[in-house]
């Protein structure tokens, strides 16, 4: 089984310019997570998608930040225009369950991203 | 959600069992404790969860007290795979909310 892909691994830029990260789910899963994890910190969730409809979007700063999942399958990630706190990793997830409950999410290898 | 509290840091021996403790004394009834570990520079990878039982995987046991308010995460013969940050969430529904967990290192 295909695990949850994301694009790029790795990105610079620099500040006040735009960036985006796409996300592939396993498929079948309905639910699609991004998280974003700043070095020495544990993920802290950004948005949660089940389906095409937003969950959860409380901690995504949206001034910056927007996130879509076109069709309910893979999802990009926005930032714009980025700031040196956006240095982080990007991570997505997703689960299998329909009703958006928890239980075993699947994580990718997340997003490095660098703003100089 | 639960807050949980866990030590920054343990060692363990190669071949012993590794026993992560975590507090989670606010938890509430429907509330289930997760575990997940992250390896360096991987993603988190679900380990086990539970409610009021003890439960069992081909990773790990977790044992949870009778008043749920903290648990044990046993790893039963720890390898240097092992070595990697510990996570335990305490969440009813929706998405986890991941603290700093423990930074397990397991030595030769």
């Given at each position: 089984e295909a695990g949850v892909a994301q694009s790029p691994r790795y990105k610079i830029i620099e500040k006040r310019q735009s960036v985006a990260f796409w996300c592939n789910p396993i498929s079948g899963h309905a639910t699609l997570y991004w998280y974003q994890q700043i070095l020495g910190q544990g993920p802290k969730l950004l948005i949660q998608f089940q389906n095409n409809g937003v969950v959860d979007d409380s901690q995504l700063p949206k001034d910056r930040f927007s996130a879509e999942r076109l069709k309910g399958v893979d999802s990009t990630l926005k930032i714009q225009p980025a700031k040196l706190e956006d240095s982080a990793v990007y991570l997505c997830a997703s689960s299998l369950d329909s009703a958006g409950r928890v239980y075993e999410q699947y994580f990718g290898p997340g997003t490095r991203l660098t703003v100089t | 959600d639960a807050k949980t509290t866990q030590?920054?840091?343990?060692?363990?021996?190669?071949?012993?069992?590794?026993?992560?403790?975590?507090?989670?004394?606010?938890?509430?009834?429907?509330?289930?404790?997760?575990?997940y570990r992250q390896i360096h520079s991987q993603g988190p990878q679900y380990i086990i969860h539970g409610l009021k039982n003890n439960e069992t995987n081909e990773m790990a046991s977790l044992i949870i007290t009778e008043d749920r308010k903290s648990s044990t995460l046993i790893l039963p013969h720890a390898t240097l795979r092992d070595t990697a940050v510990y996570y335990c969430i305490g969440m009813s529904q929706y998405a986890l909310n991941f603290g700093k967990g423990t930074s397990l290192l397991v030595t030769p």
């Amino acid at each position: 089984e295909a695990g949850v892909a994301q694009s790029p691994r790795y990105k610079i830029i620099e500040k006040r310019q735009s960036v985006a990260f796409w996300c592939n789910p396993i498929s079948g899963h309905a639910t699609l997570y991004w998280y974003q994890q700043i070095l020495g910190q544990g993920p802290k969730l950004l948005i949660q998608f089940q389906n095409n409809g937003v969950v959860d979007d409380s901690q995504l700063p949206k001034d910056r930040f927007s996130a879509e999942r076109l069709k309910g399958v893979d999802s990009t990630l926005k930032i714009q225009p980025a700031k040196l706190e956006d240095s982080a990793v990007y991570l997505c997830a997703s689960s299998l369950d329909s009703a958006g409950r928890v239980y075993e999410q699947y994580f990718g290898p997340g997003t490095r991203l660098t703003v100089t | 959600d639960a807050k949980t509290t866990q030590p920054p840091s343990m060692d363990c021996a190669e071949g012993r069992a590794a026993n992560l403790p975590c507090n989670h004394s606010t938890i509430s009834g429907n509330e289930y404790v997760y575990w997940y570990r992250q390896i360096h520079s991987q993603g988190p990878q679900y380990i086990i969860h539970g409610l009021k039982n003890n439960e069992t995987n081909e990773m790990a046991s977790l044992i949870i007290t009778e008043d749920r308010k903290s648990s044990t995460l046993i790893l039963p013969h720890a390898t240097l795979r092992d070595t990697a940050v510990y996570y335990c969430i305490g969440m009813s529904q929706y998405a986890l909310n991941f603290g700093k967990g423990t930074s397990l290192l397991v030595t030769p």
